[in-house]
């Protein structure tokens, strides 16, 4: 059975609700439409989709078996819709009023989920932060900057205009954007693909033994970072840039030399376990070393 619950006032939630079967509608004036509250009960590794058109989306993990959504709507031109079909739960923002300005469209939430959740989050603007969360995450954005902090799962975040910043994630990691900044902290993941047409890519992390690490962009900077205990075959390359290098390379099995032609480089770090590929048309690439 579906329980779908419009989450209109905290303060009218018990006096104002009509129930009718599988469905609860909860209305309010709309003087009264401020912080918004609502918990369902789940089974382990439970999927959470969050659709908000603008504002900020914050998801925390917690030791409880169930997921909380707290909303505050900026207005009451919009209403939240929170709805459970077994073990999946889906939020929606809806517009319910005609010639709303964006700004009467927001709505912020506060989720709390356990810790094996599955995440899916469309956010046009606003922003979206997620912190230790293990179960796998897609997050899709237009202008919305991301923040994902020690994760573990198969993290995918696609972006037009928004940036993402990964600390301390562990899972593999797929992201791509238009113009959108990346930020790769203190990472742990075995798999990273990035891809950003015009925007920067940083990367300071761990490069675990037959981790694959792809790292591109059309245009801006790549910087990657490294210490000297790092193990892994290099191939950087700018078409039309420029490819800046503080590393010591030896010959890798793929080139018998460690060479540099032109605006690129080849070559391996220590025994060259892990796999790293740089590339660009006309931006610049740092390989730096780690402070």
Same mark, same amino acid.
């Given at each position: 059975?579906?329980?779908?619950?419009?989450?209109?006032?905290?303060?009218?939630?018990?006096?104002?609700?009509?129930?009718? %079967?599988?469905? /609860?509608?909860?209305?309010?004036? !709309?003087? /009264?439409?401020?912080?918004?509250?609502?918990?369902?009960?789940?089974? %382990?590794?439970?999927?959470?989709?969050?659709?908000? !058109?603008?504002?900020?989306?914050?998801?925390?993990?917690?030791?409880?078996? &169930?997921?909380?959504?707290?909303?505050?709507?900026? +207005?009451?031109?919009? &209403? #939240?819709?929170?709805?459970?079909? @077994?073990?999946? #739960?889906?939020?929606?923002?809806?517009?319910?009023?005609?010639?709303?300005? %964006?700004?009467? /469209?927001? *709505?912020?939430?506060?989720?709390?989920? !356990?810790?094996?959740?599955?995440?899916?989050?469309?956010?046009?603007? @606003?922003?979206?932060?997620?912190?230790?969360?293990?179960?796998?995450?897609?997050? &899709? +954005?237009?202008? *919305?900057?991301?923040?994902?902090?020690? #994760? @573990?799962?198969?993290?995918?975040?696609?972006?037009?205009?928004?940036? /993402?910043?990964?600390?301390?994630?562990?899972?593999?990691?797929?992201?791509?954007?238009?113009?959108?900044?990346?930020?790769?902290?203190?990472?742990?993941?075995? =798999?990273?693909?990035?891809?950003? $047409? &015009?925007?920067?890519?940083?990367?300071?992390?761990?490069?675990? %033994?037959?981790?694959?690490?792809?790292?591109?962009?059309?245009?801006?900077?790549?910087?990657?970072?490294?210490?000297? *205990?790092?193990?892994?075959?290099?191939?950087?390359? $700018?078409?039309?840039?420029?490819?800046? =290098?503080?590393? +010591?390379? +030896? !010959?890798?099995?793929?080139?018998?030399?460690?060479?540099?032609?032109?605006?690129?480089?080849?070559?391996?770090?220590?025994?060259?376990?892990?796999?790293?590929?740089?590339?660009?048309?006309?931006?610049?690439?740092?390989?730096?070393?780690?402070?």
């Amino acid at each position: 059975m579906s329980a779908l619950v419009s989450l209109r006032s905290q303060r009218n939630w018990r006096n104002a609700g009509v129930l009718v %079967p599988g469905f /609860l509608l909860l209305t309010a004036a !709309p003087a /009264l439409a401020d912080r918004l509250e609502r918990h369902f009960k789940v089974e %382990p590794k439970a999927v959470v989709t969050i659709h908000n !058109p603008t504002g900020m989306v914050t998801v925390r993990a917690w030791t409880k078996s &169930e997921v909380m959504v707290v909303a505050q709507r900026a +207005t009451d031109r919009v &209403e #939240v819709d929170a709805e459970q079909t @077994g073990n999946r #739960v889906e939020v929606v923002t809806r517009q319910i009023a005609d010639n709303s300005s %964006p700004a009467d /469209l927001k *709505a912020d939430f506060e989720i709390s989920v !356990p810790q094996d959740t599955e995440l899916q989050i469309h956010d046009d603007s @606003g922003g979206v932060n997620v912190s230790n969360v293990q179960g796998d995450m897609n997050v &899709e +954005t237009i202008a *919305a900057d991301v923040t994902i902090e020690d #994760v @573990g799962g198969y993290l995918t975040v696609k972006t037009v205009d928004g940036s /993402l910043q990964c600390a301390r994630c562990a899972g593999r990691i797929e992201a791509s954007s238009i113009s959108g900044n990346f930020r790769f902290i203190d990472l742990r993941s075995y =798999n990273v693909r990035a891809q950003t $047409s &015009e925007g920067n890519i940083s990367f300071n992390g761990q490069f675990l %033994p037959e981790g694959i690490y792809q790292l591109k962009n059309y245009s801006g900077v790549i910087d990657v970072k490294f210490s000297p *205990a790092d193990s892994f075959d290099l191939s950087a390359r $700018s078409l039309k840039g420029r490819v800046n =290098n503080q590393l +010591t390379l +030896t !010959p890798s099995a793929h080139h018998h030399v460690a060479s540099r032609v032109g605006n690129a480089l080849f070559g391996s770090m220590n025994t060259g376990r892990a796999k790293v590929e740089l590339s660009s048309f006309d931006g610049t690439i740092n390989i730096l070393k780690r402070d």
